[in-house]
């Protein structure tokens, strides 16, 4: 079963890279910019017998491992 | 305009980061889990007049700085 993991930062958390990437992309000639927050996605394979396990042991994954939940939101889709 | 840009490593290309974290998850006692990738997303605030416009930018932003288009596909998914 495939898994996608979106890890971003919470409203109101300072994010210095998507700062850096906006001012970037502005140097590049792009238009229309008014802000980036940069995340992170992880694609997982998880062997299960039905999704609400696996969302369980990704659920698990993120709280452990993948997230840092003062700072960090994730949302898991199952495909 | 909300759009969220997803870069992925291409099938293939080594991935030692997601390696990584399916070892760390398995340390953890976290079952099931076959396979890691590990990949950026963007959340990126555009001002354009139409979706259309907005995504040539943004095609145009991954190519030039966000995705290295060797070894990463990317996404783009206007909201």
């Given amino acids: 079963?495939?898994?996608?993991?979106?890890?971003?930062l919470k409203t109101g958390?300072?994010?210095?890279q998507g700062?850096?990437?906006?001012a970037a992309l502005k140097s590049f000639g792009i238009d229309g910019v008014e802000g980036v927050r940069q995340g992170k996605v992880f694609d997982v394979e998880v062997a299960s017998p039905?999704?609400?396990?696996a969302e369980a042991a990704l659920?698990?994954?993120?709280e452990k491992l993948?997230?840092?939940?003062?700072?960090?939101?994730?949302?898991i889709e199952i495909a």
Same sequence: chains 1, 2.
Avoid: F
């Fill in 59 to 62: 659920k698990s994954a993120c």
């Fill in 13 to 16: 958390v300072l994010d210095p």
């Fill in 19 to 22: 700062k850096a990437i906006e």
């Fill in 66 to 75: 993948l997230a840092n939940t003062v700072v960090e939101n994730y949302a």
């Fill in 1 to 8: 079963m495939k898994a996608r993991i979106i890890v971003t």
């Fill in 50 to 53: 039905d999704a609400a396990t």
